[in-house]
C-alpha cells in the first residue's frame, strides 16, 4: 500500500466517517475501558438472558463479548458494513467458546431481518459514522418488537460524537421516547422506547 493511502486512512481514522478496518487496532486500546468499558455498557442496557439483541455496527466486537455472555437462551446479531470487522468480531467469539453470535454484512440503512424481529438494538459511538442515520433509525423502528428497547451510547474522543441533546431530538422525530440515561455527557448511554402510532392498537 502507499504512503499516501496509508495517510488517507489514518486521516479517516481520526477524522469523520466509517473507521477504516486498518485502524481496527485503535478501538481496543486499554484507555477505551476507562472511558465506557464493555462491562459498565452492558450493566447499563437491559440485558436480560433470554433476549433477541442486535449491534449495529459492531466494528470490532469490542463490546459484543460480554453483551453475547449475558445471552445464556438468547442471541446477538453483530451488523457491519465491513466484512474486515465481522471476521475479527467472529475470531473474538470462537476464542470466548460463544455460539450464540451471527455476523451480518450489511449497510445500517437495511437491515435484513423481519420486522420485530428484536428486544434490545443497541449502538456504540456509530450513529455519527451512518451516512443516513435516519433510515438507519427507521430500520431501527422495524426490527424492534413493540416493546423493544433501542440504547445509543457515545463517547468522547470519538470525533462523530452526538450529544445527548442531539440524540434525543433526532430520535424523537423518528418515533422514540427517552426512557432513561446513565453517565457522564462524554459518555453516556441513552435508552428509548418506540412511541405508539397515532391509531394503533394497544397490547
Given at each position: 500500500?502507499?504512503?499516501?493511502?496509508?495517510?488517507?486512512?489514518?486521516?479517516?481514522?481520526?477524522?469523520?466517517?466509517?473507521?477504516?478496518?486498518?485502524?481496527?487496532?485503535?478501538?481496543?486500546?486499554?484507555?477505551?475501558?476507562?472511558?465506557?468499558?464493555?462491562?459498565?455498557?452492558?450493566?447499563?442496557?437491559?440485558?436480560?438472558?433470554?433476549?433477541?439483541?442486535?449491534?449495529?455496527?459492531?466494528?470490532?466486537g469490542f463490546y459484543s463479548i460480554d453483551v453475547a455472555r449475558r445471552l445464556t437462551r438468547g442471541r446477538l446479531s453483530l451488523v457491519d458494513v465491513r466484512p474486515g470487522m465481522l471476521q475479527r468480531c467472529r475470531a473474538k467469539?470462537?476464542?470466548?467458546?460463544?455460539?450464540?453470535?451471527?455476523?451480518?454484512?450489511?449497510?445500517?440503512?437495511?437491515?435484513?431481518?423481519?420486522?420485530?424481529?428484536?428486544?434490545?438494538?443497541?449502538?456504540?459511538?456509530?450513529?455519527?459514522?451512518?451516512?443516513?442515520?435516519?433510515?438507519?433509525?427507521?430500520?431501527?423502528?422495524?426490527?424492534?418488537?413493540?416493546?423493544?428497547?433501542?440504547?445509543?451510547?457515545?463517547?468522547?474522543?470519538?470525533?462523530?460524537?452526538?450529544?445527548?441533546?442531539?440524540?434525543?431530538?433526532?430520535?424523537?422525530?423518528?418515533?422514540?421516547?427517552?426512557?432513561?440515561?446513565?453517565?457522564?455527557?462524554?459518555?453516556?448511554?441513552?435508552?428509548?422506547?418506540?412511541?405508539?402510532?397515532?391509531?394503533?392498537?394497544?397490547?
Amino acid at each position: 500500500m502507499s504512503l499516501r493511502r496509508h495517510l488517507e486512512n489514518l486521516r479517516r481514522a481520526i477524522g469523520k466517517g466509517v473507521f477504516p478496518e486498518q485502524f481496527s487496532w485503535l478501538l481496543e486500546l486499554r484507555a477505551r475501558r476507562l472511558l465506557l468499558s464493555p462491562a459498565r455498557l452492558a450493566a447499563r442496557m437491559p440485558v436480560e438472558p433470554h433476549l433477541s439483541v442486535l449491534e449495529v455496527g459492531a466494528g470490532s466486537g469490542f463490546y459484543s463479548i460480554d453483551v453475547a455472555r449475558r445471552l445464556t437462551r438468547g442471541r446477538l446479531s453483530l451488523v457491519d458494513v465491513r466484512p474486515g470487522m465481522l471476521q475479527r468480531c467472529r475470531a473474538k467469539a470462537a476464542a470466548a467458546g460463544l455460539t450464540n453470535v451471527a455476523f451480518v454484512v450489511s449497510d445500517a440503512a437495511a437491515l435484513p431481518f423481519a420486522s420485530a424481529a428484536f428486544d434490545l438494538v443497541y449502538l456504540v459511538a456509530v450513529l455519527g459514522e451512518i451516512r443516513d442515520a435516519d433510515a438507519a433509525i427507521a430500520e431501527v423502528r422495524r426490527v424492534l418488537r413493540p416493546a423493544g428497547v433501542l440504547s445509543v451510547s457515545e463517547h468522547l474522543p470519538d470525533p462523530d460524537f452526538t450529544t445527548r441533546t442531539t440524540l434525543r431530538s433526532r430520535l424523537h422525530r423518528c418515533g422514540f421516547s427517552p426512557i432513561g440515561d446513565e453517565g457522564p455527557w462524554w459518555a453516556y448511554t441513552s435508552t428509548f422506547c418506540l412511541r405508539p402510532q397515532p391509531g394503533a392498537a394497544s397490547e
